[in-house]
């Protein structure tokens, strides 16, 4: 009993890699999440595919074995639990889980989604001389939130119960792995990413922006700019509608991968980049 403790003990600080004894910061406004875009009925789906946007910390999933016309799932109010070595071993792949109408996207190790993060620039509207935030372009690389998660280190079922997760910091080229914060509410997941990188993250920024009036995407002129390059399993990259509109989703081939570009927006010269 006193060595199971020991362990519980040093399992969960494993998992908890930085410190929660400090103060929680305080935000700005809300940290509801929003709620979910789309609903489905009770059941378990398998996930072909996986798509998270952090303009709005929206989630795009295609599934399998759905009734007709429900096999694309969104939602910006989803948690995420890992499947359990059991789970995998005894043949489950990553699937979406819909319970009492409350969706959870369950993951293997190595599924990877695919991650659009949108470049912001602060610019002077001509017209009325307020500043605005602009989406200029876009960059999509990958995410893989439970990548070395073992299960040893999940002591009381800490990764195997869905909880709010928040994307590590985006760096240009460089593989999003792991966790930048989570939580078992939206507000708790956003307060440890704070804590750790000393800002919001940027689907929560976004969201404030929209909120007031200030975030304006540029629509089908924002380019599309590769920056990372696949490596490992996981998701592989399929075409996607999103906002009524086609956007070209890369294909690995050769250890690297494609883009769709289109025009780049007219520049202002009161942008800044943020």
Not at 17 to 45: F, H, M, N, V
Not at 108 to 125: C, G, L, S
Not at 178 to 204: C, F, I, K, L, T
Request: aromatic content about 8%.
């Amino acid at each position: 009993m006193a060595l199971a403790l020991v362990w519980s003990s040093v399992a969960c600080t494993s998992l908890e890699d930085y410190s929660t004894s400090q103060p929680a910061p305080q935000l700005p406004q809300e940290t509801t999440a929003p709620a979910a875009a789309s609903s489905i009925a009770d059941g378990a789906y398998s996930v072909q595919q996986a798509t998270y946007d952090d303009s709005s910390g929206e989630y795009s999933l295609m599934l399998l074995n759905t009734e007709p016309g429900q096999s694309m799932f969104r939602s910006a109010n989803l948690p995420l639990a890992r499947l359990t070595d059991e789970e995998i071993s005894a043949g489950k792949s990553s699937e979406l889980r819909v319970e009492n109408g409350q969706p959870a996207l369950y993951l293997t190790p190595d599924f990877r989604i695919e991650y659009v993060h949108n470049v912001t620039a602060t610019q002077v509207d001509p017209q009325t001389g307020q500043e605005e935030v602009v989406i200029i372009r876009q960059e999509p690389s990958f995410w893989t939130p439970f990548a070395g998660a073992l299960a040893g280190q999940a002591v009381g079922s800490l990764l195997f119960r869905p909880h709010y997760y928040m994307p590590p910091l985006y760096r240009p080229g460089v593989a999003l792995v792991g966790h930048g914060g989570y939580g078992r509410s939206y507000g708790e997941a956003v307060s440890r990413y704070q804590s750790r990188y000393q800002a919001p993250p940027a689907e929560y920024r976004n969201r404030q922006f929209r909120a007031s009036g200030r975030l304006r995407s540029t629509g089908g002129t924002a380019s599309r700019v590769n920056t990372n390059r696949p490596s490992g399993n996981g998701v592989g990259n399929s075409n996607l509608r999103r906002n009524n509109r086609r956007n070209e989703r890369a294909r690995p081939s050769g250890g690297s991968f494609g883009s769709s570009r289109r025009s780049a927006p007219r520049r202002s010269s009161g942008r800044r980049r943020r």
